[in-house]
Structures are given as structure tokens and as C-alpha cells.
């Protein structure tokens, strides 16, 4: 990886967020479906069926205590802003 970082350094700073998001995002899918996709029979909604930019804004309302819930408001607290956009914009692209 460091040969590849020397001879390309924007190729990891590029991969990063992307890489970030999708492992921030896997926490997300124990409920709402891997992928974001939905689990049959769940009442959790599939996140993949949103724009992230929806997304972003529901998870900073629970984390901002904007937005009541059961699970969602603890989960949402342990998120930085960049965090969340990154997750958000990871899952938005599971719907595509």
C-alpha cells in the first residue's frame, strides 16, 4: 500500500471517504438490511430507498436531539458531521 500511496498519493486520499463511509455505514445495516436494502418483513425502514442528503439531515436531527426515537438518538450521538455525510453518501449509493 505505501508503494501505491508513493507513486499515486491522491489514489488513497480519494478511496478514503468512500472506504470511511462504508465502514461507518456497516452499523446501519444490522437493522435496516445489508446494503441498506430491505429485510423482509422488518419495520425498519431500507436505507437505500433514501438520498443521502436525507439521510444526513434525519441522523443529525436524532444526533441533535431534533428527532425522537428508541435507537436512533444513542447511535446518531457518536457521529461527527463528516461522519455522517460520508456513511450518508455511501448508503445513497447502495439504491442506485
Not at 67 to 86: K, N, S
Request: net charge negative.
Amino acid at each position: 500500500m505505501a508503494t501505491v500511496c508513493a507513486i499515486s498519493p491522491g489514489l488513497a486520499s480519494a478511496e478514503a471517504p468512500v472506504t470511511q463511509g462504508e465502514l461507518l455505514a456497516n452499523s446501519c445495516f444490522s437493522c435496516h438490511g445489508y446494503e441498506g436494502k430491505a429485510v423482509e418483513g422488518a419495520t425498519i425502514p431500507p436505507l437505500a430507498d433514501y438520498p443521502a442528503s436525507l439521510i444526513v439531515s434525519q441522523m443529525k436531527a436524532y444526533r441533535d436531539g431534533e428527532r425522537d426515537g428508541t435507537v436512533m438518538p444513542r447511535h446518531a450521538r457518536g457521529y461527527t458531521d463528516d461522519e455522517i455525510e460520508r456513511m450518508a453518501e455511501y448508503i445513497g449509493k447502495q439504491g442506485q
